[in-house]
Each structure stands twice: as C-alpha cells, then as structure tokens.
C-alpha cells in the first residue's frame, strides 16, 4: 500500500499542489490504483519554504512540481 499525504496549506496549494492533487486523483482514477494507493490532504505540513510539499510513505518529497509527481509515485509502485 502506498500512502500519499499532500500539504494542503496554502503557500503549498498555490505553488502546485492544487494541480498536484488532480493529477494524482486522475492517476489513482485512471490506473485503477483504488486498491494500492491512498490519498490524503492535510492542512500545513510546516514545509512552506520547500514547498510544494507531499509525503509518500512517510517520505518527505520537497519541490515537487506537479509535472514530476508521477515520476515519484512510479518508483514507489514499482517497489511495490
């Protein structure tokens, strides 16, 4: 199971994660990844200055531009 966390706070949701959040929701959607992956948004992860900001199975993702999110999920599928 992976289990995503996206900062929802708003210097995170303004630098990408609101366009990070739909694509992740389209992959999971589209992928048929109901089963492998979970998704949550939380309220301000206290990472402004490396936003925008996501956890991946507890692992800290700084930076990441929605254009990349898929990039970093695909590796933890592949572990998977």
């Known amino acids: 199971m992976i289990n995503i ?3 929802m706070g708003s210097s995170c949701f303004a630098r990408g994660n ?3 959040l739909e694509i992740l929701e389209n992959l999971i959607k589209e ?12 309220l301000c992860m206290n990472r402004c ?3 925008p900001h ?4 507890g692992d800290s ?3 990441v531009a929605p254009e990349g999110v898929i990039e ?3 590796r933890y599928l592949e572990e998977a």
């Open 5 to 7: 966390e996206i900062c």
């Open 31 to 42: 992928g048929c990844f109901e089963k492998e992956i979970t998704l949550t948004g939380r």
């Open 72 to 74: 970093v999920v695909n």
């Open 54 to 57: 996501i956890l991946i199975n």
């Open 18 to 20: 609101r366009e990070t």
């Open 61 to 63: 993702h700084d930076l």
């Open 49 to 51: 200055s490396c936003g």
